[in-house]
């Protein structure tokens, strides 16, 4: 399978395009970042993450839920500039800002942001962006399940959580709220452009043959 892919839209996905960065990119995904960063900071989420976390099994299964609201930002972003890596860019900004700002968990927050990014952007690369809605459900409820994973590796393993089975079971929570969540980033992008916030109407990973399937 080569790099650039033939699609059904009628252009090509070239998979190098999405990892691109343009200016406006930057600035939109860098704002994101920052405000999503300023949420979490005005809303000690570091640490009422650990709070949740002391409460075993249940703790955790809560956090795996709501986890995927943190990603909402970053997807509205893609959704409006049509380039997955926006998510991993403004993941990197929010835990870079978070961090610096004295966030207890400190450098690993970075890891906390971009493993799970990292996903994301594989199901964007993996669905061609083809499916609108289903497509951002299915790719934020695989970050937000990988974004568990990557609690469980930074602590060390499913001891907080009472074991691999419970562990395991709020990842699955975390996916299924993550469908939620996506869905939410997809409309909460359709409004930002509505609203007059940059935008592009097709993803530049399509060609400039494609026909537009976000609608």
Do not use: C
Not at 23 to 32: E, N, R, S, Y
């Amino acid at each position: 399978m080569t790099v650039a892919e033939r699609s059904s839209f009628g252009g090509y996905y070239d998979i190098r395009e999405d990892l691109k960065l343009n200016t406006m990119d930057i600035v939109v995904g860098v704002l994101l970042g920052v405000i999503e960063a300023a949420i979490e900071i005005v809303g000690a989420l570091g640490f009422l993450e650990r709070t949740i976390w002391a409460g075993g099994a249940a703790g955790f299964a809560f956090y795996a839920f709501y986890n995927g609201t943190t990603w909402i930002l970053f997807y509205a972003g893609a959704y409006l500039r049509k380039r997955s890596s926006v998510i991993l860019l403004g993941a990197f900004v929010t835990h870079l800002v978070r961090w610096f700002f004295g966030d207890p968990d400190g450098p690993v927050l970075l890891f906390y942001g971009l493993f799970p990014a990292i996903f994301g952007m594989v199901v964007f690369s993996l669905m061609q962006w083809h499916g609108g809605r289903v497509l951002f459900a299915v790719s934020t409820a695989v970050t937000a399940a990988m974004n568990q994973f990557a609690a469980f590796i930074g602590q060390g393993g499913f001891q907080l959580a009472e074991g691999p089975a419970w562990g395991l079971f709020s990842v699955l929570i975390g996916f299924l709220g993550g469908l939620i969540w996506g869905v939410v980033a997809w409309y909460l992008g359709k409004a930002l452009e509505r609203a007059g916030v940059p935008s592009v109407d097709q993803p530049p990973s399509w060609g400039a043959t494609a026909k537009s399937a976000m609608a």
